[in-house]
């Protein structure tokens, strides 16, 4: 039982480029949640989904998309690159609606240069 | 906007201390309140407190919620090296939603 993993665990972009961040969890949990976080910051929440084929905006969704197509993967895809984005981001799984409680991934530290 | 505040930012002490956090909150739709504890990457769920006045314990920590005051307290006693860490704390505000404090970072020194 992996729990979340996410990879890369570190990545380096130029300004423009996209990539996408991989997110997979093996709870069967029907939550999920991408969330970032600046240095010295508390969380905010990107984009969650209740579920495979549903996804929603969280507080802070602009330069970023999601899809959620099976119910263990969930990845965020970054279009156009840019330095506001440098971050380390966070994955994150719940088997509860409320109250519940979210287990994270390891993260993935992204720097756009 | 909803909003959680968390104090100090950051705390220094000697190993064997007891160290009070806080955290307080203003948001629109209460439903829980939650603790991590995030040494050098994920966060690490603690507790969760939905109703005011029970404390939760879990070994050295523990944690109450006071709803009429909207905040909360992490108590952490005989600290350890192993204690140091950033202690997050986040508002569950519905449909999926948690709102995060910056944290405080917390160094037990030996």
């Known amino acids: 039982n992996a729990g979340v993993t996410q990879t890369p665990k570190f990545r380096i972009l130029k300004i423009g480029q996209s990539m996408t961040l991989q997110c997979t969890q093996d709870m069967n949990h029907n939550y999920m949640y991408w969330y970032r976080q600046d240095p010295g910051m508390g969380l905010k929440l990107i984009y969650y989904s209740v579920g495979a084929g549903i996804t929603d905006k969280g507080e802070v969704p602009n330069g970023y998309n999601v899809s959620r197509s099976t119910t263990e993967d969930f990845p965020l895809r970054l279009e156009l690159a840019a330095p506001s984005q440098t971050s380390v981001y966070f994955c994150a799984s719940s088997l509860l609606a409320w109250p519940g409680e979210q287990y994270f991934g390891p993260g993935t530290r992204l720097t756009v240069t | 906007e909803d909003k959680v505040v968390q104090s100090p930012l950051s705390l220094v002490v000697h190993e064997g201390d007891t160290v009070t956090l806080n955290c307080s909150y203003e948001?629109?739709?209460?439903?829980?309140l939650l603790w991590y504890k995030q040494e050098k990457k994920a966060p690490t769920f603690l507790f969760m407190l939905?109703?005011?006045?029970i404390e939760k314990k879990s070994g050295r920590l523990s944690s109450i919620l006071d709803k009429k005051e909207l905040s909360s307290i992490l108590n952490i006693t005989a600290t350890q090296t192993g204690d140091s860490a950033i202690y997050l704390c986040a508002v569950e505000v519905g449909a999926q939603k948690l709102v995060f404090g910056q944290g405080t970072r917390l160094t037990i020194n030996p």
């Open positions: 948001v629109t739709n209460f439903r829980s």
């Open positions: 939905t109703s005011s006045g």
